[in-house]
């Protein structure tokens, strides 16, 4: 970290307004990334394409690094419903689904998440099965 913004960050963090439980985990997150990652998770095709979806618009982390090591390494801190497959089966699908993904231009991009939330596009068919089912018919179970 550096520069006055992280002078600032790191100073709210030490506060006594922040638990050292919450201290913890916003210093692990601010961490640096490793520069030369290999996937644990996904191949080179649907980390590139997690990559380029830009989920999380962050420009000093890399989420698509500490999502792919955190479904390796199982270590979520969520759940999710019995019914559906495991969060890294969920995530290699809707990547493959999404296949090419990366080599387009931001726009086209755009235009195809959209078109894949509105179910418009034959990539929504492969990702609707991973829906949450309707509440009160599925029992949440932890993730480990």
Same mark, same amino acid.
């Given at each position: 970290?550096?520069?006055?913004? +992280?002078?600032?960050?790191? /100073?709210?963090?030490?506060? +006594?307004?922040?638990? !050292?439980?919450?201290?913890?985990?916003?210093?692990?997150?601010?961490? *640096?990334?490793?520069? !030369?990652?290999?996937?644990?998770?996904?191949? =080179?095709?649907?980390?590139?394409?997690?990559? !380029?979806?830009?989920?999380?618009?962050?420009?000093?982390?890399?989420?698509?690094?500490?999502?792919?090591?955190?479904? #390796?390494?199982?270590?979520?801190?969520?759940?999710?419903? /019995?019914?559906? #497959? *495991?969060?890294?089966?969920?995530?290699?699908?809707?990547?493959? =689904?999404?296949?090419?993904?990366?080599?387009? +231009?931001?726009?086209?991009?755009? =235009?195809?998440?959209?078109?894949?939330?509105?179910?418009?596009?034959?990539?929504?068919? /492969?990702?609707?099965?991973?829906?949450?089912?309707?509440?009160?018919?599925?029992?949440?179970? *932890?993730?480990?």
């Amino acid at each position: 970290m550096n520069g006055s913004r +992280d002078a600032a960050y790191l /100073a709210l963090i030490q506060s +006594d307004r922040v638990s !050292a439980e919450t201290r913890e985990a916003l210093l692990a997150r601010a961490e *640096p990334d490793e520069i !030369a990652y290999t996937p644990q998770m996904f191949n =080179a095709g649907a980390f590139a394409t997690l990559r !380029a979806v830009r989920v999380l618009p962050q420009d000093r982390v890399d989420v698509a690094q500490r999502l792919d090591r955190a479904l #390796a390494e199982g270590s979520g801190d969520g759940w999710h419903f /019995a019914a559906l #497959a *495991p969060d890294g089966e969920a995530y290699r699908s809707a990547l493959e =689904a999404l296949a090419g993904f990366a080599g387009l +231009d931001p726009a086209t991009q755009d =235009a195809m998440l959209a078109n894949v939330q509105k179910g418009e596009h034959g990539a929504a068919s /492969a990702l609707v099965q991973w829906r949450m089912p309707p509440l009160g018919r599925q029992s949440p179970h *932890p993730v480990r």
